[in-house]
């Protein structure tokens, strides 16, 4: 037992120094050596060294460099494509990606079998690990951006657990004008995907500046956004979770008896059903869907983004929504009268997306009032993004 606790203590020392190395050499080679690259090409903002690589090209397919003259196989990981690297006489690794769909999209190093984040670019949590990513720009989306306009802020705070007993975080986004004034503020209550945690939608979804822009321009009104981790541990040792109004009940206790209080106790906000937005993406979306619309005392806006509740992923069974949700479709009328909005997206190169249409179809052929938008993309951020600018704008305006 001592000796293979030893091996595992030595190997992960050398796995540490190795990754190290990978970086300095990856630092060195970067910061030192002017070239010149591809016309039209550009470094993403994701990039640690903005006159580095990873590169990306005019058609957004992605030229990638790694300095690991000691490895004997390097790879990239880009959207669980995997790409095998050449390396040169210098011990330099290259390998140019097929073109990329604009947005947000996670990779990794692999060398020698050893999957990693690249030294080179920034780390976000996402996979359920510290993962490297890279930035696709997209014309249009300056709404994505940072601009010139009155900036919130997004801050961290923690609030005590009663579900599972422990100070947990969340990332709150309050508009600009909130430290000065004294006015109350409509709140949304947004949840991460599967993977993921609080951190998601301040960071990877941008929503600070998709709010801050939508509001300077008057397309959205003033409104506090709350993000919280909804990897939730039971009180009993098990995870919350599973496409099922059982598996949403540790998450749905933690955001009812506890988000929810603590921010209504500790910000100005608006403390009725009207004046409180849930929506989610993925994992996310599902819980939005159980917790939104079974929860109309709660909550009169509901956004379900790119949720495989309905189909499209493995485990996904026969969906039957007025079982779910009893009387969206039964008692319609009282059902579209609880909600102000009631909004869902997917990507259109979503493996979700034909079962999301054919549930809206449903939801519509019965009379539920539900909008309903695609965007291009696959089961990614800029999806998740767009829908989240389009959800802004309807609410809280009845």
Same mark, same amino acid.
């Given at each position: 037992?001592?000796?293979?606790?030893?091996?595992?203590?030595?190997?992960?020392?050398?796995? %540490?120094?190795?990754?190290?190395?990978?970086?300095?050499?990856?630092?060195?080679?970067?910061?030192?050596?002017?070239?010149?690259?591809?016309?039209?090409? &550009?470094?993403?903002?994701?990039?640690?060294?903005?006159?580095?690589?990873?590169?990306?090209?005019?058609?957004?397919?992605?030229?990638?460099?790694?300095?690991?003259?000691?490895?004997?196989?390097?790879?990239?990981?880009?959207?669980?494509? /995997?790409?095998?690297?050449?390396?040169?006489?210098?011990?330099?690794?290259?390998?140019?990606?097929?073109?990329?769909?604009?947005?947000?999209?996670?990779? *990794?190093?692999?060398?020698?079998?050893?999957?990693?984040?690249?030294?080179?670019?920034?780390?976000?949590?996402?996979?359920?690990?510290? @993962?490297?990513?890279?930035?696709?720009?997209?014309?249009?989306? $300056? #709404?994505?951006?940072?601009?010139?306009?009155?900036?919130? =802020?997004?801050?961290?705070?923690?609030?005590?657990?009663?579900?599972?007993?422990?100070?947990?975080?969340?990332?709150?986004?309050?508009? %600009?004008? &909130?430290?000065?004034?004294?006015? %109350?503020?409509?709140?949304?209550?947004?949840?991460?995907?599967?993977?993921?945690?609080?951190?998601?939608?301040?960071?990877?979804?941008?929503?600070?500046?998709?709010?801050?822009?939508?509001? %300077?321009?008057?397309?959205?009104?003033?409104?506090?956004?709350? @993000?919280?981790?909804?990897?939730?541990? @039971?009180?009993?040792?098990?995870?919350?979770?599973? &496409?099922?109004?059982?598996?949403?009940?540790?998450? !749905?206790?933690?955001?009812?008896?506890?988000?929810?209080?603590?921010?209504?106790?500790?910000?100005?906000?608006? /403390?009725? !059903?009207?004046?409180?937005?849930?929506?989610?993406?993925?994992?996310?979306?599902?819980?939005?869907? &159980?917790?939104?619309?079974?929860?109309?005392?709660? *909550?009169?806006?509901?956004?379900?983004?790119?949720?495989?509740?309905?189909?499209?992923?493995?485990?996904?069974?026969?969906?039957?929504?007025?079982?779910?949700?009893?009387?969206?479709?039964? #008692?319609?009328?009282?059902?579209?009268?609880?909600?102000?909005?009631?909004?869902?997206?997917?990507? =259109?190169?979503?493996?979700?997306?034909?079962?999301?249409?054919?549930?809206?179809?449903?939801?519509? $052929?019965?009379?539920? #009032?539900?909008?309903?938008?695609?965007?291009?993309?696959?089961? =990614?951020?800029?999806?998740? !993004?767009?829908?989240?600018? =389009?959800?802004?704008?309807?609410?809280?305006?009845?």
């Amino acid at each position: 037992m001592r000796n293979s606790k030893l091996f595992r203590s030595v190997s992960s020392v050398l796995l %540490a120094a190795m990754l190290m190395v990978v970086g300095c050499m990856q630092a060195t080679a970067q910061g030192f050596q002017k070239e010149a690259f591809p016309d039209g090409s &550009y470094s993403p903002v994701t990039n640690i060294n903005r006159n580095g690589y990873p590169r990306v090209l005019a058609d957004g397919s992605v030229m990638f460099r790694v300095n690991a003259p000691q490895a004997q196989k390097v790879q990239i990981d880009l959207c669980g494509t /995997k790409y095998d690297m050449q390396k040169s006489d210098s011990g330099l690794w290259f390998v140019t990606t097929k073109p990329q769909v604009p947005g947000f999209h996670y990779y *990794f190093l692999i060398v020698d079998g050893v999957s990693v984040a690249d030294p080179a670019s920034q780390s976000f949590y996402g996979c359920s690990r510290w @993962s490297s990513a890279i930035e696709i720009q997209e014309t249009g989306m $300056d #709404d994505f951006e940072v601009q010139n306009v009155p900036r919130g =802020e997004v801050r961290t705070v923690y609030y005590f657990s009663n579900v599972d007993e422990s100070w947990r975080p969340l990332m709150i986004y309050t508009p %600009a004008g &909130y430290n000065e004034g004294n006015q %109350a503020y409509p709140v949304v209550y947004i949840q991460h995907g599967g993977g993921e945690d609080h951190r998601g939608w301040m960071e990877q979804g941008r929503t600070a500046q998709i709010m801050d822009n939508l509001i %300077a321009a008057g397309k959205a009104v003033p409104m506090i956004v709350v @993000s919280a981790n909804s990897n939730v541990r @039971s009180r009993n040792g098990g995870f919350g979770g599973g &496409y099922s109004w059982q598996g949403m009940q540790a998450f !749905r206790s933690e955001l009812i008896d506890n988000v929810i209080p603590f921010v209504e106790k500790n910000y100005r906000v608006k /403390k009725d !059903r009207k004046n409180r937005a849930m929506c989610g993406l993925s994992m996310g979306g599902g819980q939005s869907f &159980y917790i939104g619309l079974r929860d109309p005392d709660v *909550f009169a806006n509901v956004g379900v983004f790119s949720t495989g509740m309905f189909g499209g992923i493995q485990g996904a069974s026969r969906f039957d929504l007025e079982t779910e949700v009893p009387g969206i479709l039964t #008692d319609t009328k009282t059902f579209n009268q609880q909600f102000d909005v009631f909004f869902m997206t997917c990507g =259109e190169q979503d493996p979700r997306i034909e079962y999301t249409r054919n549930i809206v179809k449903k939801m519509r $052929d019965g009379g539920v #009032d539900v909008r309903f938008n695609s965007y291009p993309g696959d089961h =990614e951020w800029q999806v998740w !993004r767009k829908s989240l600018h =389009e959800f802004a704008q309807y609410l809280f305006k009845q």
